[in-house]
């Protein structure tokens, strides 16, 4: 078998074998398997350039939306829904992992730091958005070891007291502030203590 023909269609190549087989590749993969019109190749080699031109266009796709930090799993929906085989998948990300393009612990802990100094979500809720984007409960332990409980109450505190404060403190809006608080994700013990301390003061 060989090429009888390469031609440019729109983004693809499209590369034409003497039996009329066909595949289209990007330019990447037309580079990298050096093609050229004549060259003789095996019988299966339309199915392995169509397999590795796939890979390419995964990878292309996976580096791209890395560019942002991401979880393995929000990579792998990602891929799913540019149609990528769950064969290349894997591999692809076996290849994003050895490059350190993918690490869910360094997710989790960037998201950790964000969850309390940004959104001031509570244990229950940061646990629970870890687990939302695919993390694994071993990882989720791990990252929850750097948890800043002090820095928990005081986020608890201020959105408290955002609520409610003590010239206008009634048992209404306070039951109303705890129901905020619990939506944000905050312990039982955590909003008791600091609507506590709002009642004495």
């Known amino acids: 078998m060989f090429i009888k023909n390469i031609s440019f269609e729109k983004k ?44 390419t266009r995964a990878l292309n796709i996976s580096y791209k939306f890395l560019e942002r930090l991401k979880t393995k799993k929000q990579l792998v929906d990602h891929l799913y829904k540019n149609k990528i085989k769950p064969q290349i998948i894997d591999e692809v990300i076996e290849t994003c992992r ?70 206008d403190f009634n048992i209404k809006k306070l039951n109303s502030a705890k129901k905020y608080l619990m939506g944000r994700g905050f312990e039982y013990d955590i909003i008791s203590s600091v609507t506590g301390d709002l009642s004495e003061s």
């Not at 003789?40 to 392995?48: N, Q, Y």
């Not at 990882?139 to 408290?160: T, V, W």
């Open 98 to 167: 050895e490059k350190k393009y993918l690490n869910d612990l360094d997710y989790g802990l960037r998201y950790l730091n964000d969850a309390q100094n940004i959104k001031k979500y509570g244990k229950i809720k940061t646990i629970y958005m870890l687990k939302s984007k695919g993390i694994e409960s071993q990882d989720i332990d791990e990252i929850m070891k750097s948890y800043n409980y002090d820095l928990e109450y005081e986020n608890a505190k201020e959105l408290l007291y955002k609520k409610i404060d003590a010239s």
């Open 12 to 55: 693809f190549f499209k590369v034409t074998f003497d039996n009329d087989e066909y595949v289209k590749v990007s330019e990447d993969t037309l580079v990298r398997y050096n093609l050229y019109k004549g060259l003789e190749v095996s019988e299966d080699f339309p199915e392995i350039l169509e397999y590795e031109d796939e890979k």
